[in-house]
């Protein structure tokens, strides 16, 4: 039955429209209400880019500050935990001022050892 919806045209957001518009990142399929002309993507993807570049997809939150963030804007520090640039620079500072924080530690590579 969802295979009917889709071959009938309808927009994938709202099931109720006409679907107009086809998104350039993901391929949905929408109408004019559902759709961002100026960026040429369905509102949905508009939601849900990374607050840093406004280019890409988020694929996580930053740790730290909450933001949405693409992989190209954020460091995995493990599986599942990402923070972006801009709070990996200060990730010290953060971990300094906020005890809570310690554990970050552990996740940071250590440098490697110069020979001398």
């Given amino acids: 039955m969802f295979q009917e919806f889709i071959s009938s045209g309808m927009c994938e957001v709202c099931w109720f429209e006409e679907a107009r518009y086809s998104c350039r990142l993901c391929s949905r399929r929408v109408c004019p209400r559902h759709y961002v002309v100026e960026r040429g993507i369905c509102a949905v993807c508009s939601i849900n880019l990374c607050e ?3 280019r890409a997809l988020a694929v996580d939150s930053c740790l730290l500050c909450g933001k949405l963030v693409c992989r190209q804007c954020s460091r995995e520090l493990q599986p599942g935990i990402r923070v972006c640039g801009s709070c990996f620079s200060n990730i010290h500072e953060y971990v300094r001022r ?6 970050i530690e552990r996740y940071l590579k250590k440098p490697p050892r110069s020979r001398a």
């Fill in 52 to 54: 840093i570049c406004g």
């Fill in 98 to 103: 906020d005890s809570r924080l310690s554990y």
